[in-house]
């Protein structure tokens, strides 16, 4: 039983609902998939777990769907923002089959560019402070007590509003005034919506030192828009609200995961493959609003280091595709004009996690 414990470490401890790299952000919303969920009285005496996850990316890359937009970096007009967070989440393991997990980032943004404050000079926003807290239930659909090859874990969860999702900070007009306002969508700490997140984490072992294993994660939310203006301190535009951008969406996000784990000893060193993604429009509720829709598929490098009560991880997806899809702007834009409209995005080469796992 043990070794398959530690396999299944390997990808169940990192995070599997934050790191999308850029301003198409899958926010982090707390709260780790572990495999402190599988422990129960056959194996160790621990019920509670801790994880600590750190996450990091400088997103600066424009992209119109998969295509770079180069000559922002060369004019110096790109967006630069500055991502890192801390993810917290503490796990009640109630048995072998079931747990209940509690997670909450601590989240700082800085976001630098030029049209923003009014194209002549450079300028920053910022945000800092909790993002939205995560509850959520396991259920291993298999029975670890068995010692199966193939594992199969559920999750059902809600995502609560408690990030600050009307962050301000002060902007700069053509003339040189500053002026309060909402800063931008990918550094606000929340999304303003109550969602409702289901998981699955599947894990098959090949032999005492080979594995795989597949994590899918979405987030659902039902609320169009959260009200929060786009002028960033200015009078909204006629053209926002003929094409709906005047206010922040509330949008849904996904992700996907699979690959392999090959262990040695306490070490165990994962190469897999990562589908992040929000979507141009929601699975229930309308599409009014602001987004960045768009998706990053990775090629996610890893490695894990087993103790008794202690894991420790690093993982590092790199970006191989990254696409700005249309929005719904986008689309009634070309509805209303005739003309094929799509948004820009800025994404990040790579984004570092770094953290660890304790349990108690």
Not at 6 to 20: C, N, P, R, V
Not at 39 to 63: C, E, I, P, Q
Not at 252 to 269: C, E, H
């Amino acid at each position: 039983m043990k070794p398959i414990i530690i396999i299944l470490a390997a990808f169940l401890f990192i995070q599997t609902e934050s790191g999308a790299q850029g301003c198409v952000a899958i926010r982090s919303v707390g709260g780790m998939c572990t495999v402190d969920h599988l422990f129960g009285a056959d194996t160790v005496s621990s019920k509670w777990s801790f994880n600590l996850n750190t996450r990091y990316f400088n997103s600066f890359r424009h992209f119109v769907g998969t295509e770079e937009q180069k000559q922002r970096i060369a004019n110096n007009t790109q967006v630069i923002n500055h991502n890192a967070s801390i993810d917290l989440s503490l796990t009640r393991i109630l048995n072998n089959r079931w747990s209940i997990t509690f997670g909450i980032p601590v989240i700082s943004n800085t976001r630098s560019s030029l049209y923003e404050h009014g194209g002549a000079a450079r300028h920053s926003t910022s945000s800092f402070g909790l993002g939205d807290a995560r509850i959520t239930a396991y259920h291993w659909l298999t029975d670890p007590a068995k010692g199966r090859k193939f594992s199969l874990q559920a999750g059902l969860g809600i995502k609560l509003p408690t990030g600050d999702f009307r962050v301000m900070d002060h902007f700069y007009t053509s003339t040189g005034t500053k002026v309060l306002g909402p800063v931008d969508q990918s550094i606000q700490l929340g999304d303003g919506g109550t969602g409702f997140t289901m998981e699955l984490n599947a894990n098959q072992v090949i032999s005492r030192k080979v594995s795989l294993y597949g994590n899918f994660f979405y987030l659902l939310n039902p609320r169009e828009h959260n009200g929060v203006s786009t002028a960033r301190g200015g009078a909204t535009s006629a053209t926002a609200l003929q094409y709906g951008s005047d206010v922040m969406s509330v949008p849904d996000q996904y992700m996907i995961r699979f690959g392999a784990n090959f262990t040695f000893n306490r070490f165990t060193v994962s190469a897999g493959y990562r589908h992040e993604c929000v979507p141009s429009s929601d699975l229930i509720g309308g599409d009014y609003g602001f987004r960045r829709p768009g998706y990053v598929n990775s090629i996610e490098p890893g490695v894990t280091y087993s103790m008794k009560k202690i894991n420790l991880y690093a993982y590092v997806p790199v970006a191989i595709v990254r696409s700005r899809t249309q929005s719904y702007a986008d689309k009634e834009r070309t509805k209303i004009t005739g003309v094929y409209a799509q948004g820009d995005a800025a994404f990040a080469d790579l984004a570092v996690n770094i953290g660890m796992s304790v349990r108690f």
